[in-house]
T-cell receptor, first 116, second 109 residues
Framework: GAVVSQHPSWVICKSGTSVKIECRSL??????MFWYRQFPKQSLMLMAT?????????EQGVEKDKFLINHASLTLSTLTVTSAHPEDSSFYIC????????????FGPGTRLTVT | GQNIDQPTEMTATEGAIVQINCTYQ??????LFWYQQHAGEAPTFLSY????GLEEKGRFSSFLSRSKGYSYLLLKELQMKDSASYLC??????????FGAGTTVTVRA
């Protein structure tokens, strides 16, 4: 199988604080992980591509200093939302690719972030 | 860039068939995916097409025409649990996925 987990599944934080979301590939090593954001009634928007051992590649319009991505191992990538604001409230989803099958992404269950 | 279009909403009766169309314009192509997403949950994989033609998997089928930039997802023998959002996504040369806005399918008894 190819299982991807995320933690936490939901989080509420106060405006101005930082929140870290973890994405783990449980039964395979993922050289590449992707981070998406989904606002209500909208589709998934790719935020960044995370490669193990190197800097993440951010999509146009995504602030790299606000959304810190660390891919420290082949099974773990983290997304830290710094100085969160209410407009950052969203559903954050990660996905991971199996080496040799990069065309297919396995999605985590998502993290619901609410900033008050 | 990528431009992916699909209808916003569709409604059908339990037991019926529904076809969701997707058209795309891309700068690179490495396959087209269909995902199902229930509210508040992550997308789940339904199908993958990289060559022209029809892929059938149980009640779900997906078709691709690369020359026309067109795909459809066919849902047969609709069940109430099929009420969900269906996302068309195109993989580019870097294996990045670009998603359409999604089609909300409502199945009525």
């Amino acid at each position: 199988g190819a299982v991807v987990s995320q933690h936490p599944s939901w989080v509420i934080c106060k405006s101005g604080t930082s929140v870290k979301i973890e994405c783990r590939s449980l039964d395979f090593q993922a050289t590449t992980m992707f981070w998406y954001r989904q606002f209500p009634k909208q589709s998934l928007m790719l935020m960044a591509t995370s490669n193990e051992g190197s800097k993440a590649t951010y999509e146009q319009g995504v602030e790299k200093d606000k959304f810190l991505i660390n891919h420290a191992s082949l099974t773990l990538s983290t997304l830290t939302v710094t100085s969160a604001h209410p407009e950052d409230s969203s559903f954050y989803i990660c996905s991971a690719s199996h080496p040799g099958q990069e065309y297919e992404q396995y999605f985590g269950p998502g993290t619901r972030l609410t900033v008050t | 860039g990528q431009n992916i279009d699909q209808p916003t909403e569709m409604t059908a009766t339990e037991g019926a068939i529904v076809q969701i169309n997707c058209t795309y314009q891309t700068s690179g192509f490495n396959g087209l995916f269909w995902y199902q997403q229930h509210a508040g949950e992550a997308p789940t994989f339904l199908s993958y097409n990289v060559l022209d033609g029809l892929e059938e998997k149980g009640r779900f089928s997906s078709f691709l025409s690369r020359s026309k930039g067109y795909s459809y997802l066919l849902l047969k023998e609709l069940q109430m649990k099929d009420s969900a959002s269906y996302l068309c996504a195109v993989s580019n040369n870097d294996y990045k996925l670009s998603f359409g806005a999604g089609t909300t399918v409502t199945v009525r008894a």
